[in-house]
């Protein structure tokens, strides 16, 4: 699967953006999608995960309440709803896919990021 995020942007602290991840080929709801985001000079960190139905989502603490996870499985894509962002949420943000029925320890399908500026 290939994955394209969009939707990042420069927002100021307590706006909001969505993040969209597309998915190519016919088995995206196959597939448990999470986000991910990279801050400068930081570690890659776990932002949020969904499960192939949707119907299971998991969070980060530090975006619990703020963010919300989703999908669309018959148009293959994803959303992260991002709320009172906080300039500590700037990163590139990625979208990631493993084929699985349960929450990935790992995924293999990662998109190319899209850079999200919260600022103060």
């Known amino acids: 699967v290939q994955l394209v995020e969009s939707g990042g942007g420069l927002v100021q602290a307590g706006g909001s953006l969505r993040l969209s991840c597309a998915a190519s080929?016919?088995?995206?709801?196959?597939?448990?999608m999470g986000w991910f985001r990279q801050a400068p000079g930081k570690e890659r960190e776990f932002v949020a995960a969904?499960?192939?139905?949707?119907?299971?989502?998991l969070y980060a603490d530090s975006v619990k309440g703020r963010f919300t996870i989703s999908r669309d499985n018959p148009t293959n894509t994803m959303y992260l709803q991002m709320n009172s962002l906080k300039p500590e949420d700037t990163a590139i943000y990625f979208c990631?896919?493993?084929?699985?029925?349960?929450?990935?320890?790992?995924?293999?399908?990662w998109g190319q990021g899209t850079q999200v500026t919260v600022s103060s």
């Open positions: 080929g016919r088995t995206f709801s196959s597939y448990a």
């Open positions: 969904i499960s192939w139905s949707g119907g299971s989502t």
């Open positions: 990631a896919a493993e084929r699985t029925w349960s929450f990935p320890s790992e995924y293999s399908n």
